[in-house]
């Protein structure tokens, strides 16, 4: 699996977009970046994911470079509830079994 | 719903004892995982199952046996605790779904004394 590069960490400001980078300069074409987030000392929690194209649901949007080298995950309105430390992980297929490995991730810090 | 549920939560041990810890899902999902996590650290892959009957090693499986003898449940062993094994330890599922996407336990912090 590619491995992944993230800051260690991170501020916004409450009701600001908060933008998180990750870098995947080795994803080969069949790899999905997926991002996780985990708060406190809680089980790390599924936000979103995609292939090549960019993709939003309810929680964040997901912005990922055309040669799909590095991504973005996107909170567009943070909270404070959103301080979290959250995960980029590159991931083989989606129907193929695989196994998830976790970096160190990028502690959000969302301040008021 | 229950999700994945782990047990126990909290446990005391000291350096040699030996513990069981039990993961069990009731969302019939076929994969079945155990990581650890150190303070400030993130999530490392112990062991995990592709299925039942099933198991096959992560990254750290040094120190820790692994059994999925039923499909909901999936077993971690710990023979001969060692300090250096104290942890927080997550469960997690994932079924066969277009999202392949996690579901973790709410995690089992043990300390070896």
């Known amino acids: 699996d590619a491995k992944t590069t993230q800051p260690p960490s991170m501020d916004c400001a409450e009701g600001r977009a908060a933008n998180l980078p990750c870098n995947h300069s080795?994803?080969?074409?069949?790899?999905?970046v997926y991002w996780y987030r985990q708060i406190h000392s809680q089980g790390p929690q599924y936000i979103i994911h995609g292939l090549k194209n960019n993709e939003t649901n309810e929680m964040a949007s997901l912005i990922i470079t055309e040669d799909r080298k590095s991504s973005t995950l996107i909170l567009p309105h943070a909270t404070l509830r959103d301080t979290a430390v959250y995960y980029c992980i590159v991931r083989v297929g989606i129907y193929n079994f695989n196994k998830f490995y976790f970096g160190s991730g990028t502690k959000l810090n969302v301040k008021p | 719903n229950a999700g994945v549920t782990q047990t126990p939560k909290f446990r005391v041990l000291k350096t040699g004892q030996s513990m069981t810890l039990l993961c069990a899902q009731d969302m019939n999902h076929e994969y079945m995982y155990w990581y650890r996590q150190d303070p400030g650290m993130g999530l490392r892959l112990i062991h995990y199952?592709?299925?039942?009957?099933?198991?096959a090693k992560g990254e750290v499986p040094d120190g820790y046996n692994v059994s999925r003898l039923k499909k909901q449940n999936f077993l971690l062993g710990l023979e001969s605790a060692a300090p250096s094994q104290t942890s927080v330890y997550f469960c997690?599922?994932?079924?066969?779904?277009?999202?392949?996407?996690?579901?973790f336990g709410e995690g089992s912090r043990l300390t070896v004394l």
């Open positions: 080795t994803i080969s074409g069949n790899e999905y």
């Open positions: 199952s592709v299925g039942e009957g099933t198991t």
């Open positions: 997690a599922s994932s079924g066969m779904e277009a999202t392949g996407e996690l579901f």
